[in-house]
């Protein structure tokens, strides 16, 4: 929490931000997620890995299709499949817990 202050201090950006940018990081640790998946992820509410792992697949898939069809501008080409979804969720659930 010191590193992120000190980060946020130096780079002239809230905390706030700065956890914004760990979480996403994170998320990217997972196999298949990119940036534009992270995106994704955020527009459902999935901001961190904790979150991701406590996700049931099917219904986060079913929140990411919908969250991409009612925006103007899809936010990615290529959904997700539910069995990908699945996995995310998987290793989510395997990896160790680094951000606090």
């Not at 201090?9 to 997972?30: F, H, P, Q, Y």
């Not at 936010?75 to 979804?85: F, N, W």
Request: glycine content about 6%.
């Amino acid at each position: 929490r010191k590193g992120r202050q000190l980060i946020a201090d130096t780079v002239g950006v809230s905390e706030k931000r700065v956890l914004e940018w760990v979480n996403r990081a994170d998320l990217m640790r997972i196999q298949g997620i990119s940036t534009q998946y992270s995106d994704l992820l955020e527009a459902v509410g999935i901001d961190s890995l904790k979150k991701l792992r406590r996700s049931r697949s099917s219904r986060l898939h079913q929140e990411i299709v919908s969250a991409n069809a009612s925006r103007r501008k899809p936010l990615v080409g290529r959904l997700p499949t539910e069995k990908e979804v699945g996995r995310w969720v998987d290793q989510a659930k395997d990896l160790q817990i680094i951000v606090r």
